[in-house]
């Protein structure tokens, strides 16, 4: 199968909906004559103009609430928020409107809304430009959270949410953008709200998405070497979160770390964490572990920003604490 | 603007709707029926129903904490909006939204909006949507004279202007967000005057005279409609309640209220009718009289209906 | 000792504090003639006048960000954001300056605001007066989260708010003002960061904080009349949380649900289950258990309402679903 | 206004301090030795220069994501903050701030801002406190073009202007937020117009021209600080560099580039200096070796600098 990056793999599956559905339409900061600040949207405004794929004033809470507006009255948005640190500005809109609304509303609307948006540390981009904060996102019923590790789930998982009739955050990583994996040529759609087994173990199972998947099956394979063999689970969906994959590979495994990028205090691994504590407290042999970022902003420093979030090398002693 | 028969008795109706509608609930909260905060819009009428009555029934408003008059002036059920204020099944939104969710997207109700100036940006992306959409829609945006020192006021204004969208903002300047006064929290009084920011057509009207509110408001929708010309209209007018049940009012004098009252958008424009020959006096009484049947009907059938089923806490979600 | 409501000690300690402090200033919509929507800051602008009681346009992002240059140049204000709902408008200025700001400056500054806001259900509001999103603020490493239950803890932690030189958001529950309890004349400080037993039991620990405590409180009593013990920790801060307090209780107790009122996924309960885990995964003689909001907006409908929110009664059973 | 020989010198070195440190970090960047992104400063000296030039120490201004130049006109050490950029330990914050967030508070620069509009707020609040404290400083706020779309702007300019805030907002208007030009974002091209929201007085000045915004913003400073009139100065402008390292700049043009090139702020001055025999050939050539070495020198410090060490990952958090 051919190989292409993440981004081409996001600027494809944008590609692909525009064309098959007149409602998709594409709005956000530099997203048109620049392409996007990471150029997920190359192209697409020279092919569909600015009727299509609209560059905004940097006014975060209004894009929301327009794309929400427009969601509500027939047409399909997917609208960017270039960097996750900048969803606060616009987290009233998401949270009490576009996730409330058709709740609110007694189900009489439906918000097919995709909120684009990237997070992650690794370019030494300090505390505004490198944070991970997916685990308020899934604390707002009504939305659903995506974060994809690779450029196959990024694509399949972009097609379903922009068909979505749900306000979609789907969150990308600025580290993957020039990843590179095999992405079939023909159209296909990965459903919202399934885990995927990115490798397959029997001795203990590391939960985990987005970049750190990349990670911990990195670790994974240093630790075959030694003889261990892990399971890594890519929860791909955060919310809803398939608890049944999760429990799954808990039974076969009985022993659980959990990886995360974000902060730990409140962080999605909390979640994870409580959740088999709850549906598998008796097939532990151990209690979970969490391998998580520091409870401090992103510093700048580069040798501090690589001590702040979880690397190979920390995800495969964490793991051996697991085993012990 | 000559006015019909027709038209005299619809404007009147609604007025007189919303008026004994928010009567009725100050009762129904008095006695403990209604329950929680209700926003009521009594002395503000003209302003919904002037607003409202240039609209063909396809266009949206979107609307606010203070939302019943706005949304029975849009063709609500008063059986269903008054059964939705105190939370049955049978309410337009299951009794799932309430006073401050009220909304009815089959009739273009966008709905209510518990967060002041929360549906600033909605207006504007329904805006944008007729106008890809080339439905010849167009839609129309109330808010409080607070609302307008929200920063999203001010994002969805620029974007409207920018993008040339079929929107109307209605600033509905009562003076007053919740105690503090216009004077107290704004830079300008004249709250036309933040249009500017965006060269965006402004002008000011009588929000105490239904017929100059719609005089204004249908030019300005039909720059809308025809030439994608957004603008804002700030209705000055009043809220007759305090702003919510437990409030004592210190903050404005009983002199202010009187002057106000003395404006009453109802009476007033009835016996301007009467004085032009358009309505005699019996037909004003006899519809005072329906209106009250109907509000009495309507409260009757929120009573009588049935609380939501347990289950129904978890339906509606996610479609 | 004389008794007092919550909303009269908040007002004690704000007007102390005043006195005490010349740079202490209070701003927020409707805190000054009206004297706050619940009240708490009544009478206090007649005696400080606008200086430094000051009502505030009806701009959260702007509240808060004023707040923090003042906080940074010399004062120590106390800003309001009059519902909890509403703090994502400001969430911005929260998380990406005012909790960041000394950190990304090297520790050369501090930042000496506190931001009182009120959360919770109980008044049928509908989905936009009626959350707690508590578990969003904990998830901000250089934030302290204040949740006091009872008129005494009010009262002193809100003054060691104001005197803290960090952020402090201190969340007032709306279902709590009216209580009363018993506060001394004399002055008193409540150390910020330290959970409150607040019922000494013996056979299951409950974890709670803010209004729950009172429930808890209730079902505690009703199963007493069973014979059960329930020990009942208040954990009064959220941030910094007090753990060695959590561990302690269940090193005696052994089984622990948490009662939270905030909805589920992604609650502050996560976090507490998950740190139970973490320390004392080998104490637990039953899984941790979360009693906690339903996953919706907070319905209009009172009957829907008081489901979708923890009771004493539904705090029992959990409680003896824990012992089984 | 007349100019001396020692202001000349100051605002020129300061000017060639600014270009010089933005042309070392580009080539730091090329080789690697800088990393992450930089928001250059270069083209748009005469704003930072000549706004900070009317000043006393003690107060204070606020900057945005391209603050390399503000913090060096407000008295930044050089050293410490190349340092800063390339995140070493003795840097102005440690090395954990970076170029999106120098600051040095002793010096009264409340520091950059990696969100665009994300200090408006703040400069307002440190205005409120300069006033309630009666020291008499006067706060200047910098931000883009761009962040004039951000509802924050308007929030604080209604609140200074209400007030009565000792803060002189100035907008770097360099007509471009990323790659999307004031025309496509903004209602208004010309932005003073948004301070007639508030009724607060706006001007635009030539931005290339050290000296036009020496007067204008010297001029609104002494009102901020006599009678706490704020006020907002509009300083047109040009960045030299796109806007971070990766910018192709395709949605400009290079004979656009060219024009504001021969604007440039540095020579045009020099030149000017010379003309009006304040300044000779020499002097202007000595400064500029001066400087160099300088930057050179920062330039050696910063790299020569060791790393935070890894406890400090958690140190500075809390006071
Ligand atoms: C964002 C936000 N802040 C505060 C409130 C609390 N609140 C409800 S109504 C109101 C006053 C609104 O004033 P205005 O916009 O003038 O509308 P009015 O009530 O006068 O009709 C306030 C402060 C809110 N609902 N939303
Ligand atoms: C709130 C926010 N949105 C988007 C960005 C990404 N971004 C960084 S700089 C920039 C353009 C800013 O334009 P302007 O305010 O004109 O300043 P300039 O870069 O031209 O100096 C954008 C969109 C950001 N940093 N913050
Ligand atoms: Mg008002
Ligand atoms: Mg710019």
Known sequence: MREISYRQALNEALNEELVRDQTVFIAGEDVAIYGGAYGVTADLWKKYGDERVKDTPISESAIVGVGLGAALTGMRPVVEIMYIDFIPLALEQINNQAAKIRYMFGGKCTVPLTIRTEGGAGRTLGAHHSQSLESWLIHIPGLKVVMPATPYDAKGLLKSSIRDNNPVVFIEHKMLYNSKGPVPEEEYLIPIGQADIKRQGRDVTVITYSRMVLFSLQAAATLEKEGVSVEVVDLRTLLPMDIDTIVASVRKTHRVLIVEEDCKTGGTGAEIGMLIMEHAFDELDAPVKRLAGADVPMPKSPVLEKLAIPDPERICQAIREVLQ | ?319
Request: with cysteine; proline share 3%; net charge negative.
């Open chain 2, 1 to 319: 603007m000559a006015v019909d028969k027709q038209l005299a008795l619809k404007l009147l109706k609604q007025m007189m709707e919303i008026r004994q509608f928010e009567d009725k609930i100050m009762e129904l909260l008095a006695r403990n029926i209604a329950e929680g905060g209700s926003h009521l819009y009594a002395g503000m009428e003209a302003v919904a129903v002037g607003a409202i009555s240039v609209l063909r029934p396809d266009d949206y408003i979107t609307s606010t904490h203070r939302g019943h008059g706005h949304a029975i002036a849009k063709d609500g059920d008063l059986k269903a909006l008054m059964a939705e204020i105190l939370g049955k099944k049978t309410g337009v939104c299951k009794g799932k939204g309430g006073s401050l969710h009220l909304a009815d997207v089959s009739k273009g109700n966008l709905g209510a909006n518990g967060v002041v100036g929360g549906s600033i940006g909605m207006a504007t992306g329904a805006a944008l949507s007729v106008k890809m959409r080339k439905t010849n829609q167009v839609v129309v945006c109330f808010f409080g004279d607070g609302a307008t020192n929200q920063g999203i006021f001010y994002e969805s204004l620029n974007i409207a202007a920018l993008w040339k969208l079929p929107v109307v903002y209605v600033c509905e300047n009562n003076f007053y967000g919740m105690s503090v006064s216009v004077k107290r929290a704004s830079a300008v009084e004249d709250l036309s005057r933040k249009a500017l920011a965006f060269d965006m057509p402004a002008e000011t009207v009588n929000g105490m005279d239904v017929l100059a509110v719609r005089e204004a408001v249908g030019r300005r929708v039909e720059e809308a409609r025809n030439q994608f010309q957004p603008s804002l209209v700030v209705a000055n007018t009043y809220r007759y309640y305090g702003h919510s049940r437990s409030d004592p009012r210190v903050y404005r004098t009983r002199e202010e209220e009187k002057f106000w009252k003395e404006r009453d958008p109802i009476p007033n424009f009835a016996s301007r009718m009467i004085e032009q020959g358009v309505l005699i006096e019996q037909e004003v009484t006899e519809l005072e009289e329906q209106v009250r049947q109907s509000i009495e009907e309507a409260t009757r059938y929120a009573i009588d209906s049935p609380w939501p089923e347990p289950e129904e806490l978890y339906t509606d979600l996610y479609a």
